[in-house]
């Protein structure tokens, strides 16, 4: 593979830097819902079964780097379809 000038230089800057140019692994998952599991009450534990107060730092800690959160354009007509009364 023939190198051009412009991947030239991003790769010798970031060997300057430090930069790994290995790829990123990506671990994560969908908290879209997350408010209003909490709202519902959920409660979440670690592997120990101790209780986690505060779930994102927790989440970052067991590694996750990535996250999906979906934008409702319409929250309410979301939660009229989804509604468990």
């Known amino acids: 593979m023939k190198l051009t000038g412009a991947i030239y230089a991003l790769l ?3 060997a300057f830097y430090g930069i790994s140019t ?3 692994r990506y671990v994560g998952g969908d908290i879209s819902l997350l408010p209003d599991y909490e709202d519902a009450g959920a409660k979440y534990k670690d592997h120990d079964g101790k209780p986690i107060a505060d ?3 927790w989440l970052k800690e067991e590694g996750m ?3 999906r959160v979906r934008l409702f354009v319409n929250p309410e007509k979301y939660r009229e ?3 468990t009364d």
Do not use: D, E
């Open 12 to 14: 010798s800057l970031a």
């Open 65 to 67: 780097n990535a996250m």
């Open 55 to 57: 779930l994102m730092p």
């Open 81 to 83: 379809r989804h509604q």
């Open 22 to 24: 290995q790829a990123q």
